[in-house]
């Protein structure tokens, strides 16, 4: 059952003043409404999902594909931006967020792609038995369900997909979308005419070289949630209650035992200001944080958890001294390089310029076709050997002999063993529009490649530094504070270049740079370029780690917070590395995962 408390507030209360619950899920984003149905499909068990945005069903700014980034100012956007980057420009850089049942699911790219056997095996590797290549796949099968594309499309675009490499009765539709830009078909011979391997199967463990990706559409072309493909088939069952406009401003700890704490609920707020309690059940009730990796290490703090020599300052009553909390923050960092099509070649850009093409796609649109399909649809991930020439590598491992100070040990040496052996380390991609410049002429196409460091070794942080859940904590990636993520992203931008001088590029892009331009062209050039104009991924993991408390991790292999009986964390800010792919399905795997772990004691 939905209910708004904008609209609904006496039923919402009524509720909250006579239920217990057995599972009290904060945030319906990704990872949340994953969980929160798989917990429910038991009618005896109680379920509450408590939700900060509203419905995104109806809303074209969600449901269309081609709006993917439209959300950005809008009520749905928690309108995040980082702390000043001290180590590029003093930038404070753009971190939009879904707040929006479906959370970041709801507004982001739609890619969907996997990354390696290593990576998720590295996970396990930092002390975490049991979260490796092997569950994670199966989780992110159990989430998916392929559309084979149909042969029109496979003939029309080329599309590739081995069906056998992912699930195909999971509630996430992924498809490919109906449209492919020619220039996206193009990005396919420009990658293998530079010698990156053409990939048929990417999902199966090996992701490296140039495919086509999937994106988590239906077959007719409507964006999936977790909203639209986890909650809305199951919304009859009573026994699960979503809020939406509902804020959680702290958990309510009490004293377990020596050292321990558990949560008897949380304190929820109604759009009207006042704030009602939410109980979790006496007998084994729990508490499931699922906010991201932005507000999940805010609750915590505000609830008395995370690093004493924050929390007293502030004087907030310290129940677990946690100094992990809020802390391995890690995101991708981005760049982007422009280019001009030719004409008479067109990208979104046009919208702009050719009369009438905005509604003739929308009149296409309805029937699952055309243009506003598209979001994203081809990767290249790259490997060091494909990027850097010998001479170049060799400064690499140079570079690469001292340890960046934010990093711990493990995770360095993990990513470093990594680093030399053919897993991705840098993504190349197209956006359809221009998306990164100054000087744009207005009856012009243009395209920007972005080109995304996949693991690197800054780690920054997520801290409150006041007590009210209104203010925005402080997010600070600290982006591009290791000598290798500034050297090796200069190197991996400068390298996109090369794209655009192969001939299937050629024939399609005017031969002139748009953005940086053609004055960039030393390493100096370079650095100062990637300082200025550096973005991040929006794919922020790590602030509430899966990791052994020695290592400062947050929650143990049952995604149970230290110290804590009954409180859990089950978002993107348990992953304690990133992955040479896109977030989404990881976090949906991680809401499938956390959710067996709770029904194995059912
Ligand atoms: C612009 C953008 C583009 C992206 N593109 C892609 C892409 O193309 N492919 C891909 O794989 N990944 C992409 N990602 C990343 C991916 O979508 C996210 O990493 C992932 O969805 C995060 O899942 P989550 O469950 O951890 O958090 P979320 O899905 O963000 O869920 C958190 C939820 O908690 C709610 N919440 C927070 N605080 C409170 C509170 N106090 N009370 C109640 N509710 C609260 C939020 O409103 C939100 O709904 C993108 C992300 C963004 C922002």
Redesign the pocket.
């Known amino acids: 059952t939905l209910i708004d408390l904008k609209t609904a507030a006496l039923t919402g209360r009524g509720i909250l003043q006579s239920w217990s619950f057995d599972y009290i899920v ?7 409404l994953t969980v929160a149905r798989r917990l429910s499909q038991n009618a005896s068990k109680k379920v509450l999902v ?4 509203r419905s995104g069903v109806g809303d074209p700014l969600v449901t269309i594909p081609q709006n ?2 439209s959300f950005l100012g809008t009520d749905i956007d ?1 309108l995040y931006s980082t702390t000043p980057q001290t180590n590029a420009a003093g930038q404070r850089i753009n971190l ?10 709801a ?7 996997r990354g390696p056997t290593k990576e998720y095996d590295a996970i396990q590797d930092l002390g975490n038995p049991g979260w490796n290549w092997k569950t994670f796949s199966k989780a992110m099968r159990k989430a998916e369900k392929l559309n084979v594309p149909r042969q029109e499309l496979v003939d029309e675009f080329g599309f590739t997909v081995k069906p056998t490499s992912l699930g195909s009765r999971g509630p996430v539709d992924v498809s490919f979308p109906a449209f492919l830009p020619l220039q996206h078909q193009k990005f396919i011979n420009a990658s293998v005419q530079l010698g990156h391997r053409f990939n048929e199967d990417p999902y199966n463990g090996n992701n490296e070289g140039v495919f086509y990706s999937l994106s988590s559409q239906t077959s007719r072309a409507v964006r999936e949630t977790s909203e639209f493909a986890y909650l809305d088939p199951v919304l009859n069952r009573t026994n699960l209650i979503v809020f939406s406009h ?4 702290q958990l309510k700890l009490v004293t377990a035992g020596t050292n321990r704490y558990s949560s008897t609920g949380v304190w929820v707020r109604f759009p009207d200001g006042s704030v009602t309690f939410a109980r979790a059940n006496i007998a084994g009730g729990e508490v499931i944080l ?4 932005i ?1 999940t290490p805010q ?1 915590l703090e505000l609830s008395g958890i995370g690093d004493k020599n924050i929390l007293k300052p502030l004087g907030i009553s310290v129940k677990v001294d946690l100094p992990g909390v809020g802390t391995n923050y890690e995101d991708h960092t981005l760049t982007i390089l422009t280019y001009k099509l030719k004409e008479p070649y067109l990208s979104f850009d046009a919208f702009g310029y050719v009369p009438g093409l905005k509604e003739e796609q929308q009149e296409l649109y309805k029937q699952g076709k055309g243009w506003l399909t598209f979001a ?1 649809s081809v990767l290249n991930m790259a490997p060091l050997d494909r990027i850097l020439n010998v001479t170049e590598r060799r400064v690499a491992k140079t570079i690469l002999e001292t340890k960046p100070p934010t990093i711990s040990n493990p995770l360095f040496k993990s990513i470093k063993g990594d680093i030399f052996s053919g897993v991705p380390q840098v993504e190349y991609l197209l956006f359809n529009s221009f998306s990164g410049g100054t000087v744009k002429e207005a009856n012009r196409s243009y395209v920007s490649m972005a080109i995304q460091h996949l693991h690197p070794l800054s780690r920054g942080s997520i801290h409150i530094n006041t007590t009210s ?1 209104d203010d925005h904590p402080l997010i600070n990636p600290n982006l591009l504070e290791s000598e290798w993520d500034k050297w090796f992203l200069a190197k991996t931008t400068a390298y996109g270049r090369r794209f655009f001088q192969t001939p299937a590029f050629q024939e399609i892009f005017e031969q002139e740079e748009i953005f940086p331009g053609p004055n960039v062209t030393t390493d100096a050039q370079w650095e100062q370029f990637i300082k200025d104009t550096v973005g991040a991924g ?3 993991v790590g602030t509430a780690s899966l990791l052994p408390k020695a290592q400062n991790g947050v929650v143990d292999t049952k995604l149970k917070v230290y110290g804590s009986t009954n409180i859990r964390v089950v ?3 348990v992953l304690p590395l990133l992955l040479s792919a ?4 990881a ?1 949906y795997a991680i809401g499938e995962m956390a959710a067996d772990i709770l029904k194995a004691v059912w």
């Open positions: 904060v945030g319906g984003g990704t990872a949340g408590l939700e900060a945005g993917s980034y928690w939009s967020s879904g707040k929006v049942l479906g959370g970041d699911s507004v982001n790219g739609l890619v969907w792609v509902a804020v959680v401003t699922a906010a991201g990796t507000r609750l994203n859940i929006y794919h922020s978002d993107l800010s896109h977030t989404q399905p976090a």
